[in-house]
């Protein structure tokens, strides 16, 4: 795999780790500063009218603070995330990752909610290193 295809599959693959093993640093250290999280209603919400924004502009202290309540109030069941396609830029400094995304979370009364659909991950280089700056999905196509 190219060496640049190889470092956003890293960066897809840390995402996973960090929900896997609810690391809210781990996570909070894939997001570009400018990042802003578009949220579509559900997976088969394909037009953006209807999306919305619960985060806002990336913010360490306000997103950490959303990510470790979440971890703190529900378990994951499932998370299986794969790969479906890489494309760099031709000048290197920009990145977009297709990935197919299924995951289970459970809360502490047993109600389960389903991450699923595909993600389309924008990343740009920012001094050196690869971070996410949209997210769009995760829709069903």
């Avoid at 619960?54 to 971890?71: D, I």
């Avoid at 197919?100 to 050196?128: H, L, P």
Wanted: aromatic content about 12%; cysteine-free; hydrophobic content about 35%.
């Amino acid at each position: 795999m190219d060496p640049q295809k190889q470092e956003i599959r890293e960066i897809v693959d840390r995402e996973t780790r960090a929900w896997d093993t609810k690391d809210v640093e781990l996570l909070l250290s894939i997001f570009h500063p400018d990042m802003v999280w578009v949220w579509p209603n559900d997976n088969n919400s394909q037009n953006p009218i209807d999306w919305k924004l619960p985060l806002g502009k990336f913010n360490y202290e306000r997103w950490k603070e959303v990510y470790r309540k979440m971890f703190s109030e529900n378990e994951i069941v499932k998370n299986e995330r794969k790969v479906v396609d890489i494309k760099i830029s031709k000048e290197g400094d920009g990145a977009f990752a297709v990935v197919d995304v299924d995951t289970v979370w459970e809360n502490k009364d047993g109600i389960q909610t389903k991450w699923f659909g595909r993600a389309g991950k924008t990343y740009s280089k920012i001094n050196g290193d690869w971070k996410l700056i949209a997210h769009h999905g995760l829709l069903r196509y």
